[in-house]
């Protein structure tokens, strides 16, 4: 009798145990449960201790409403050019509705890859190689768009779409790597061809400039030349000017003592060159003296007015002037050229006391 009522009670306390443990439910943070009664769905349990009536309802199906990542397997896609490359990527997504992704869609997980799966192969397909080599954000943004409307019955939301790799076949990437050579030497080339074309065009300008700026100098030269060619004619008009009021002035003698004066000045520049080692004297050479001596004895007889006559004997018994004498013969460097006689002075200047010499 005893032993019955001991394990009548073990049998009460056990199924105590088991009403405790079916009715009382901890759902961990992050996930949540669905509760279904005889097979049909009633509610939510949320994280934290919840009560459910044991034996009548039960747990239906557990979701973590948390981000979760799904890797798409590698597959090849052909692109529009008929090329061929090997594409995988990953899906961020969250479960926004949890009795939708639990009723509504069976194996969220493998429904998101498939449906990743086969638009990845139709916006690839749309593409050019080239293209879908470099527009991986383009793809990323058609497929997120495709998912995120494709899963919105499913009470998921499909946050990001990533393709991480997209490989052609190594046949092609060595077409390619010899194409980027090609296309780069064409490059090269053509640059170095502009920088000669920019080189000629700069040396080309520097010559027109340096032409220009030669042609103006000699223009400006020119105009200087004749600038001096028009003082210089100016200055042997007045010179001549001066010549002829002179003669004007002391008549034939004036000019003889001119004439006299350059002829003196030409032949001592003719004595004076190094390079002379004989000199040749003319034989007017003494009838120069005279000429000379004589325009001097016409300067020292001529008074303040410029009175006198020329050629003519003054009056008052003054001196005549020296009748030129003959020539000599010429005679070489090594002989001195016979001077000329010097003229005597005047016994009485008829015109008053002028100074000698003056």
Do not use: C
Request: net charge negative; glycine share 8%.
């Amino acid at each position: 009798m005893y032993g019955t009522v001991i394990v009548i009670w073990i049998i009460i306390l056990i199924l105590v145990v088991v009403t405790l443990y079916a009715g009382v439910k901890t759902v961990p943070q992050g996930q949540v449960w669905t509760v279904e009664r005889f097979g049909a769905y009633t509610r939510m349990l949320e994280p934290g201790l919840q009560f459910v009536l044991p034996f009548i309802d039960q747990i239906g199906r557990k979701l973590n409403v948390q981000e979760q990542v799904v890797e798409i397997p590698e597959q090849s896609v052909i692109t529009r050019d008929n090329a061929s490359v090997a594409v995988d990527g990953i899906i961020y997504f969250r479960v926004m509705e949890p009795e939708k992704a639990a009723y509504q869609v069976q194996s969220l997980e493998l429904a998101l890859t498939s449906l990743a799966m086969t638009n990845i192969r139709a916006v690839i397909g749309e593409m050019e190689l080239d293209a879908t080599l470099s527009s991986r954000e383009r793809i990323n943004s058609s497929l997120l768009a495709i998912l995120d409307g494709a899963t919105l019955p499913w009470g998921v939301k499909v946050n990001r779409v990533e393709i991480s790799k997209i490989e052609p076949p190594q046949n092609l990437i060595h077409a390619m790597n010899l194409q980027m050579t090609a296309e780069r030497e064409r490059r090269a080339v053509v640059a170095r061809a502009d920088g000669e074309r920019e080189a000629a065009i700069k040396r080309a300008e520097g010559e027109k400039q340096a032409l220009i700026l030669a042609a103006e100098g000699r223009q400006q030269a020119a105009v200087r030349d004749a600038e001096a060619r028009v003082a210089l004619a100016n200055a042997e008009a007045e010179a001549t000017r001066f010549v002829s009021e002179a003669a004007t002035a002391y008549g034939v003698e004036g000019l003889r003592y001119f004439v006299a004066n350059s002829y003196v000045k030409a032949f001592e520049s003719l004595a004076a060159a190094p390079n002379s080692r004989l000199v040749i004297v003319p034989m007017e050479a003494i009838g120069i003296a005279g000429g000379i001596a004589q325009a001097m004895e016409l300067l020292r007889g001529s008074g303040p007015a410029g009175s006198g006559s020329s050629g003519a004997e003054p009056s008052g018994g003054g001196a005549a002037l020296r009748p030129r004498p003959a020539s000599p013969p010429p005679v070489s460097s090594a002989s001195p050229a016979p001077a000329a006689p010097p003229p005597s002075p005047p016994s009485a200047a008829p015109w008053g006391n002028a100074p000698p010499g003056s």
